[in-house]
C-alpha cells in the first residue's frame, strides 16, 4: 500500500523547500518575537509542526519516500540546530549602540577580532527588514586603505554580468555601505554569511581532518571560483582558513575578507601584494614576501594550504592521514592530495598555474576516488 498521493505531494514539496532555503527563516518562518524565549517558542512550534509531517515513520510503506523522507528529516534537524545556534546568539545582545557617523547600528555580537580589524554583527534599524549585517571597523587609520581596497574590489566583481553573478555572486559578500568615523577611520557595512562556518572552526572540530568526501566538494567550490575569480583579473591574496566560509547544510561557500586583493595581476611585471595579514605570514610563499608580482599561483598555494590542513594532512612533508578516529570518515585519497601537494610547490614556477586545470584534475581525481559525484552531509558537532 502506498501513501496518498498529497502525503507523497507534500514530502516532495517539503524537500524542495529545504533545497531553495538560505536562512533559518526560510524554513521555520519569522522568528521575530519580543524575547528570546518568545522566539524560542515560535522555532519549537514550527519546528514541531514540520517534523511531524516530514517524519519517517509516515512513508514506511513506501521504500522511495521512506528514503526520501529521511533525509528530509535530518537535513531539518541541521536547519534546526542552526537556527537554535542563531536565535540564542541574537538573543544574548546587551543592546551596545554602536556610533558611525551620523549613523547608529543595534549591535547582536561580536563577531571577530581580525589582524587590523573589529568586526560586529550589527542591525540598522533604517536598513531593509532589519537585515542582519557585518559592520567592519579597522582599528587605526593608516590601515583605511585596505577597507578600501576591499569595499573597491568587491564592488568591482558585483559590476560582472548578470549571467555571471548568477553562479558566482554566491561567494562574495557584498558592500551594503562604506562609512567613515568621526575620528578618520573607515568602516565597511558587508552582508552577513548567516550559518556558515569557517574552516578555521571546521578544523577545530575535526582536529585529525574531515572525511575526504567532504573536502572534495569544499575543492570543487574553491577551485571554480578560483578559476572564475583570476579571469576576472583578481587575485584574492588571503585563502586562509578564516576566510573560507561553508555552509554545513547547503554546501554553499564564501569568500571573505578582501583587503589584501590584488586588481589587474600581470605575471611578472603586474601589481604586488601590498600587505599580509600578520599571524599568518608563514603561510605565505617566498615570492610574496619579496614583493613579486602576484599571479594565480599565490591563491592556488594558499586553497592548498587550507585544504590540506583541513584534511588533516601535515603541511611539511604533506603526508596524508590514514586514520581519522572513526571507521566512517574516509582519510583524503593519496590522487586528491597530490593535486593539493602540486599546488603547494616551493618554487614558483613548478606549481599549477591554473585554477581551471586544477578544477578539472581535482574532479577526475574525485571520481577516481569516490566514483560518481553524490551528496555527502557534513555535520558540525553541536556545543
Given at each position: 500500500?502506498s ?26 518562518g ?7 524565549a518568545?522566539?524560542?517558542?515560535q522555532?519549537?512550534?514550527?519546528y ?16 522511495e ?13 541541521a ?9 540564542h ?12 557617523g551620523?549613523?547608529c547600528?543595534?549591535?547582536?555580537r ?8 573589529d ?14 549585517l557585518?559592520l ?64 578555521a572552526e ?6 585529525k ?20 575569480l ?12 578564516d ?6 547544510v ?12 590584488v586588481?589587474?595581476?600581470q605575471?611578472p ?26 599571479s ?5 598555494y ?22 581519522l578516529?572513526d ?45 560518481p ?11
Open positions: 500500500m501513501p496518498p498521493v498529497t502525503l507523497r505531494d507534500d514530502l516532495y514539496a517539503y524537500a524542495e523547500r529545504l533545497r531553495q532555503a538560505r536562512r533559518p527563516t526560510d524554513v521555520f519569522p522568528l521575530d518575537g519580543a524575547d528570546l518568545a522566539r524560542l517558542e522555532l519549537a512550534v514550527a514541531r509542526k514540520l517534523a511531524a509531517d516530514v517524519h519517517p515513520d509516515r512513508y514506511v510503506h513506501s521504500v519516500l521512506s528514503d526520501l523522507a529521511t533525509e528530509v528529516f535530518q537535513t531539518l534537524g536547519w534546526h540546530q542552526l537556527a537554535l545556534k542563531q536565535v546568539a541574537d538573543g544574548s545582545s546587551n543592546d551596545q549602540v554602536l556610533q558611525v551620523s549613523d547600528y543595534r549591535v547582536l561580536s563577531l571577530a577580532a581580525g589582524d587590523s580589524c568586526l560586529y554583527v550589527v542591525r540598522d534599524p533604517t536598513g531593509q527588514d532589519g537585515e542582519p557585518v567592519k571597523i579597522v582599528r587605526d587609520a593608516q590601515n583605511n586603505d585596505l577597507l578600501d581596497n576591499e569595499a573597491e574590489t568587491l564592488l568591482f566583481l558585483w559590476s560582472r554580468p548578470q549571467q555571471q553573478l548568477e553562479v558566482f555572486g554566491r561567494y562574495l559578500p557584498r558592500v551594503r555601505g562604506t562609512l567613515r568615523l568621526d575620528d578618520g577611520r573607515r568602516a565597511n557595512l558587508l552582508s552577513l554569511a548567516e550559518e556558515y562556518v569557517s574552516l571546521v578544523q577545530q572540530a575535526y582536529p581532518g574531515i572525511d575526504g568526501r567532504s573536502l572534495a566538494w569544499i575543492g570543487n567550490r574553491l577551485f571554480e571560483f578560483m578559476a572564475w583570476h579571469r576576472q583579473g583578481v587575485i584574492h591574496a588571503a585563502v586562509l582558513p576566510h573560507v566560509l561553508i555552509h554545513p547547503t554546501h554553499a561557500a564564501m569568500l571573505v575578507d578582501w583587503c589584501y586583493a586588481r589587474q595581476w605575471y611585471t603586474g601589481p604586488h601584494v601590498r600587505a599580509v595579514p600578520s599571524p599568518h605570514k608563514k603561510r605565505y610563499p617566498k615570492e610574496v614576501l619579496s614583493r613579486a608580482a602576484a594565480p599561483r599565490l591563491d592556488l594558499l586553497t592548498a594550504s587550507t585544504l590540506a590542513q583541513t584534511a588533516g594532512v601535515d603541511l611539511w612533508t604533506f603526508k596524508r592521514p590514514v586514520d578516529g571507521p566512517q570518515r574516509m582519510p583524503i585519497p593519496e590522487v586528491m592530495n597530490e593535486i593539493l601537494r602540486g599546488c603547494h610547490l616551493e618554487r614558483h614556477q613548478d606549481r599549477f598555474a591554473d585554477a581551471f586545470e586544477v578544477l578539472e584534475r581535482w574532479r577526475m581525481a574525485q571520481r577516481r576516488a569516490f566514483g559525484r553524490k551528496f555527502h552531509p557534513f555535520v558540525m558537532p553541536t556545543v
